[in-house]
């Protein structure tokens, strides 16, 4: 993607003129931000990243969109504390923790933090900012002056009808402090006359003042399809992508493109369209709790697996994320399969995309450390009589180096974290105190298995995991039993569960005492039962 960038038009004036390449993202901080919303963060930020590798001068720009109103009440707060505040700027918000700037800049908070973690850092700026200060002003008043060329674009590129007089602003009204319920008109190239109406919008009401106000220093916005192509052109924007739903065909980004080129007379951005986060099928968002939130996620990964989840696919492709279902463990192993890729010295896609999941002050340090299946890992720490340094040391065959026992300190702690807070009874287990009622239950043939495996631990003292699976399925094939049929006795005998980890491994860390005695005890509680069953009552 970086030589797409580089010819670009937009781009390629900028390098010809030795200008830096910007690469821009924002957010609007409305509530508590959803992981999906780290993909526009990671796509945009990797870019600068490699352009920079490649010797091309990279600037990353971050807005925090805070001068939007305030359209939808989270789930998670208390509406009627918060309704009050609708249609005003998200700035001009109290924070509902008490303690942030304002409302905005309390989400803001978290999710720089989550930021900076992935190992990114954006120039920031915020949006109120930026208006205020009066860095809008100038094409604020290109846009109100080239008002009929707008509504055309409206009309022409997304079948968006504007009445005659229609201006594109927002004026912050004077009297309720309310962004969204104001319609402009007439600007005399100093002022406009705005009408805060009762029934502009439905979710909240103006105070139904009229008047006249200069537009500019932060007394007005831009509407979004609007503002973004002015964005364009104030930050001189290179390279820009947004989520699919804006690259739809008389979407926001045709509309914004068109009036970059017939408003603003130049090229808009080089364009990366990307899919977005879904979960059960529903795309995340933030005003209706859907999804997870990034600082959650952040908090459970380990960055370059959370970069990884957002790099691993084409930015076109949706990535489905439920973090209580098998998400995690898939993740990981396809994580150590790139890596696997990576230290084979491939020249591949999936090298590739391991490298960039980590942030560039560590990509020089990289090693081949020993990654064990997470699910494995997730496995050992709900089992307190076995020591996790030694069940993995035995998965390598080898002592564990200080690369190794970091790597699964971090995975450890993931496991831990992802156990106590999402993952589903698929992956919790428990050695059950006494024999399952389910173990009484066994057929014959299963019974018959069974004994010969209590005579195989009988004699073998030592326990191999890889040994005593190949065991496993000597005496399961003897037997004629179906993988499921046996193996789910076995689980069901310790776990009280008809699936678990791998077989061998899981019975070979068991203790000795305990492996012995639950066999002996299943084997010899079927046997008494049968016996009970088949013996004919003595006559009184």
């Known amino acids: 993607m970086s030589d797409e960038i580089i010819r670009d038009t937009r781009a390629r004036e900028k390098l010809e003129?030795?200008?830096?390449?910007?690469?821009?993202?924002?957010?609007?901080?409305s509530g508590r931000v959803h992981v999906g919303s780290l993909r526009g963060v990671v796509i945009h930020g990797v870019i600068a990243e490699v352009l920079a590798e490649r010797g091309v001068s990279a600037r990353f720009l971050y807005e925090i969109n805070d001068f939007d109103p305030m359209d939808d009440i989270p789930a998670f707060l208390d509406r009627a504390r918060f309704e009050p505040y609708l249609g005003k700027p998200l700035v001009d918000i109290p924070a509902s923790d008490g303690t942030s700037k304002n409302f905005a800049e309390q989400f803001a908070a978290d999710f720089t933090?989550?930021?900076a973690e992935l190992g990114f850092a954006p120039e920031y700026s915020r949006s109120s900012e930026a208006y205020r200060s009066g860095r809008y002003n100038d094409?604020?008043?290109v846009v109100l002056k080239s008002a009929a060329t707008v509504r055309e674009i409206y009309r022409t590129v997304s079948g968006s009808e504007r009445p005659p007089g229609w201006l594109a602003l927002h004026v912050l009204c004077e009297r309720c402090g309310k962004i969204s319920t104001t319609v402009a008109s007439d600007f005399d190239g100093e002022s406009v006359a705005y009408h805060c109406s009762p029934t502009h919008v439905e979710w909240t009401q103006g105070c139904d003042i009229k008047g006249r106000i200069s537009p500019f220093d932060g007394q007005a916005k831009l509407p979004w399809k609007v503002e973004w192509a002015a964005k364009f052109s104030v930050f001189d924007v290179a390279v820009e992508g947004a989520g699919k739903d804006h690259a739809?065909?008389?979407?926001a980004r045709d509309v914004a493109d068109a009036i970059s080129r017939e408003v603003f007379r130049r090229e808009p951005p080089f364009d990366i369209p990307y899919e977005h986060l879904i979960i059960g099928g529903r795309k995340m968002s933030s005003s209706k709790g859907v999804g997870a939130s990034a600082r959650a996620v952040a908090d459970l990964l380990p960055p370059e697996l959370l970069r990884f989840l957002l790099l691993a696919k084409e930015p076109r492709e949706a990535i489905e994320f439920n973090p209580e279902g098998d998400t995690i463990p898939s993740l990981f192993d396809l994580f150590d399969r790139y890596a696997r890729h990576y230290f084979s010295k491939k020249d591949d896609d999936y090298a590739r995309a391991f490298l960039l999941s980590h942030a560039p002050a560590l990509r020089a340090e990289l090693c081949n450390n020993f990654r064990p299946r997470f699910a494995q890992v997730a496995f050992v720490v709900q089992m307190p009589h076995m020591d996790l340094a030694r069940e993995v040391a035995g998965l390598k065959g080898a002592t564990l180096s200080e690369g190794d026992m970091h790597e699964l300190d971090s995975r450890a702690s993931c496991a831990e974290r992802w156990l106590s807070q999402y993952a589903s009874e698929e992956y919790r287990f428990a050695l059950t105190e006494a024999l399952p009622e389910a173990a009484r239950e066994f057929a014959p043939e299963v019974r018959a298995a069974l004994r010969d495996l209590l005579e195989y631990i009988e004699v073998h003292t030592e326990l191999d995991g890889e040994t005593l699976h190949a065991a496993l399925h000597d005496i399961r094939s003897r037997h004629a039993l179906e993988p499921k049929t046996f193996f789910g006795a076995l689980y069901t005998i310790f776990l009280g569960k008809n699936y678990g980890p791998k077989?061998?491994?899981?019975?070979?860390a068991l203790e000795r005492e305990l492996l012995l005695s639950r066999l002996a005890e299943s084997v010899r509680r079927e046997a008494?039962?049968?016996a009970h069953l088949t013996t004919p009552p003595t006559e009184e």
């Open 528 to 530: 008494s039962r049968v």
């Open 139 to 141: 094409a604020i008043r």
């Open 113 to 115: 933090g989550v930021i």
């Open 248 to 251: 739809t065909k008389g979407g």
């Open 17 to 29: 003129a030795g200008s830096a390449l910007v690469v821009r993202d924002e957010k609007t901080m």
């Open 503 to 508: 077989a061998g491994w899981f019975l070979s």
